[in-house]
């Protein structure tokens, strides 16, 4: 055991909310794209005519600019699924459930990694599916927050840095409350679910250049400041360790950088393996694209046995990273799902020798 945490048995990912859709690309197992999902789950058949399931669009997943995880896991007989982030707006994390007939009675927790809104805007939408579908529950959702809030958010692009927007607003700790939630403020590295899940603490950053989110403003004192919207302190990952197979890593967005990330993890977890790295990497944009070539090199030292790019990786970034880890570099996107089943800590082994070998 370590930080406070147990190795889970299982671990089922659902993305619920992404940039993209992937369905076309032949995915290994134990990743499954969203149509062999819906076509096994009472799809709507085509009596009159084929007698074949329908491939239904018009109730399938939709894309949204933001990132969703539901992550369940299992330890003995003890299960918890927790939203680790709620996408953008209403609509696709509301579409998006529904779409993939998620019952929402099951999530116990909502965990948010940062206080952006294309990671915070589906939170009181979320709260509404949870607490209709467990009509007569009286006790308030916890809701897993950093306690620094920013009062705003923009953007300022380089090189001028000039501040031309601003992000939606996030939800407010008070209309958390008011749609059932109850907000628990979490600076520091904690674990949850009877230890199957670890929420990081604020990433310290090592490498010289993953140096934040290159035109991220933050209002302050009544005017825009560069440096705390750059440096995004508030984010935060999450690791399932999967007995006999490893680290499985939710980092939503990156901003702290994907190697300070996984450098946090690995301390946190000395000597286990990385099995899995999911997430966006917030490597798009050609102010970022010198830090393509370092990020892969790190990534490959940590030898995953598969990283699943998403959200705000950008495509130059995704195309490096196939170049340089082949197929452990796996085109998700909203609807896939993942279904990781533990094994015994010598066959993993074993495994892991063969690969190396």
Not at 41 to 52: A, F, M, V, W
Not at 119 to 131: D, E
């Amino acid at each position: 055991m370590m930080a406070g945490t147990v190795p889970v048995d299982s671990l089922q990912i659902n993305i619920l909310v992404d940039n993209s859709i992937e369905w076309m690309t032949a995915l290994p197992p134990p990743f499954l794209n969203e149509v062999p999902q819906q076509l096994r789950n009472n799809p709507p058949i085509d009596e009159k005519l084929t007698g074949l399931p329908f491939i239904d669009l018009e109730n399938y997943c939709c894309g949204a600019h933001g990132l969703s995880f539901l992550i369940t896991t299992t330890h003995g007989d003890q299960r918890h699924t927790i939203l680790f982030d709620a996408g953008p707006e209403s609509k696709s994390i509301d579409r998006n459930i529904k779409a993939l007939k998620i019952d929402p009675k099951a999530i116990e927790r909502i965990v948010l990694s940062h206080w952006h809104a294309d990671h915070s805007g589906g939170i009181l939408t979320a709260l509404q599916l949870i607490r209709e579908a467990q009509e007569g529950v009286s006790n308030p959702l916890p809701v897993d927050l950093h306690p620094k809030r920013p009062i705003a958010r923009g953007i300022a692009p380089a090189p001028s840095f000039k501040p031309i927007a601003r992000l939606p607003a996030d939800p407010t700790l008070e209309e958390i409350k008011e749609a059932g939630g109850e907000p628990v403020l979490n600076a520091e590295g904690h674990a949850i679910c009877d230890g199957q899940v670890w929420v990081s603490g604020e990433i310290q950053r090592v490498t010289d250049f993953e140096t934040g989110l290159v035109g991220g403003i933050e209002w302050v004192d009544g005017s825009w400041q560069r440096e705390p919207g750059q440096l995004v302190m508030d984010e935060r990952y999450a690791v399932v360790d999967v007995r006999g197979k490893g680290l499985v890593i939710f980092s939503s967005c990156s901003h702290a950088g994907i190697v300070n990330v996984l450098h946090s993890a690995s301390k946190t977890f000395p000597g286990r393996p990385i099995h899995m790295i999911l997430g966006g990497l917030h490597l798009a944009g050609p102010e970022l694209a010198y830090r393509i070539e370092p990020t892969v090199e790190a990534i490959a030292s940590y030898k995953p046995d598969y990283v699943v790019p998403l959200h705000c990786t950008g495509f130059d970034a995704k195309v490096k990273l196939r170049e340089a880890l082949g197929d452990k570099i796996v085109p998700g996107g909203v609807g896939t799902g993942v279904f990781i089943v533990a094994v015994k800590d010598d066959e993993s082994e074993e495994n892991r020798n063969t690969r190396s070998g």
